[in-house]
T-cell receptor, first 108, second 113 residues
Framework: EDQVTQSPEALRLQEGESSSLNCSYT??????LFWYRQDPGKGPEFLFT???AGEEKEKERLKATLTKKESFLHITAPKPEDSATYLC?????????FGSGTKLNVKP | EAQVTQNPRYLITVTGKKLTVTCSQN?????MSWYRQDPGLGLRQIYY???????DKGDVPEGYKVSRKEKRNFPLILESPSPNQTSLYFC????????????FGPGTRLTVT
């Protein structure tokens, strides 16, 4: 069964304290792994797409990496405005499977 | 402005009363999808559409119907809503199903009593 698991469920960081979010997946034929950011009361907003193991992408303080079984979203020196829920999703045969997200809270 | 719109944004209804949630995109996207989001369960795909008149089931299609008669519109129909369909619903669109980012609507919060 295709499945996406994210950890931790919640993460509290001090401003400037770097950390990583994990997304592990089991799919029969991965076509792409996506990271989204979701702010309260809003729809998810696209961050990254990763296609193959070893791939890395960066955007400001965020860096996403992909292995054969998991992806990491590294947050370097986070700021309070990075507080949000981060969602991971995988694409397989025209369908998408999302994890339940990691709620990040960055305190000043 | 490129966007996905949903209406209504909030809806409270009673068990068994048919309802439709509309979704429209102005980006000429071929792929459209409906999700429901529940605490602890994340986003789950209900139905998706590859193009006009082409729809297929996602992970949780029971109790829902969709249609795609025009490229820009993808309504979600609940013919006999039940309390377990109380949820936050999102419509999304993208150029295609595979490598393209999805653009999400603002969400519709549905309560069925």
């Amino acid at each position: 069964e295709d499945q996406v698991t994210q950890s931790p469920e919640a993460l509290r960081l001090q401003e400037g304290e770097s950390s990583s979010l994990n997304c592990s997946y089991t799919v029969s034929g991965l076509r792409g792994l996506f990271w989204y950011r979701q702010d309260p009361g809003k729809g998810p907003e696209f961050l990254f797409t990763l296609y193959s193991a070893g791939e890395e992408k960066e955007k400001e303080r965020l860096k996403a990496t992909l292995t054969k079984k998991e992806s990491f979203l590294h947050i370097t020196a986070p700021k309070p405005e990075d507080s949000a829920t981060y969602l991971c999703a995988v694409h397989n045969f025209n369908k998408f499977y999302f994890g339940s997200g990691t709620k990040l809270n960055v305190k000043p | 402005e490129a966007q996905v719109t949903q209406n209504p944004r909030y809806l409270i209804t009673v068990t068994g009363k048919k309802l439709t949630v509309t979704c429209s995109q102005n980006m000429n996207h071929e792929y459209m999808s409906w999700y429901r989001q529940d605490p602890g369960l994340g986003l789950r795909q209900i139905y998706y559409s590859m193009n006009v008149e082409v729809t297929d089931k996602g992970d949780v299609p029971e109790g829902y119907k969709v249609s795609r008669k025009e490229k820009r519109n993808f309504p979600l129909i609940l013919e006999s809503p039940s309390p377990n369909q109380t949820s936050l619903y999102f419509c999304a669109s993208s150029l295609g199903p595979g490598f393209y980012e999805q653009y999400f609507g603002p969400g519709t919060r549905l309560t069925v009593t």
